[in-house]
């Protein structure tokens, strides 16, 4: 039976849900400006500095033309809602480390576990942070559970005496399973001595491309229920390299 999380508990997840639809509404703000100069064949702008306002008058086409009025009012008004979705992205990321500096006894499991995590090299806040409020503040029975949880685990097809995998069963939280294969790779560049990295290049060995794709799963598996038991001060995983304590 899932335990149903409390008001309080869902509500420490809005930070964190809410600046990732702002990252993707910040990128397609961007790849829209983009495709505007790509159409009147401006190549030489980033629309995603501030200072690419104050340039606009100045652009001009490959004919030696100026930007249309109603192009360039567009991009200004893309450009005004650009900075908007950073300046909330920016309130949001402070609210986040001022609440990691607060001891408030509600927060102090969570901020306890966010902090731990980040410590280990490679996991970023923005990432501990989904960790613990997504699945590892949530009273999961096992590992078994904890990969069931992340949607890390298999969907196989038994019919009779057949069988056959049919991938990701894609049943569990969206956010934490598209954020540990993330984390997979970065962690096969920054912990490089670690047992779960060593496992992986003894699994990968003759394998590249597309045939590597399967094992980062299973690899994202098993890092994401090492974390687990981190975060529930269970254990440490083999050769993890951890920045100190501050």
Known sequence: MAATPSIEDEDAKRPTRERENLIGERTRIINRMKAAFARLGIRDINPALRKAAARLDGLRTPEGGVIPPLARAELRRDMARLRFVEDQIKEIEQQRMARLNEDKPDEEKANGMVRLLTRVVGVGVETADMLAHEIFLRDLRDRRAVARYAGLTGSPDESGSKRRERGLSRAGNPRVRRGMVQLAWRFLVFQKE??????????????????????????????????????????APEGLKMRPAQ
């Open 194 to 235: 670690s047992g779960l990295v060593r496992w992986f290049r003894a699994r990968t060995a003759d394998a590249n491309g597309r045939k590597r794709m399967s094992p980062i799963v299973a690899f994202a598996r098993k890092l994401l229920i090492a974390l687990w038991r981190l975060a529930i001060g269970a254990e």
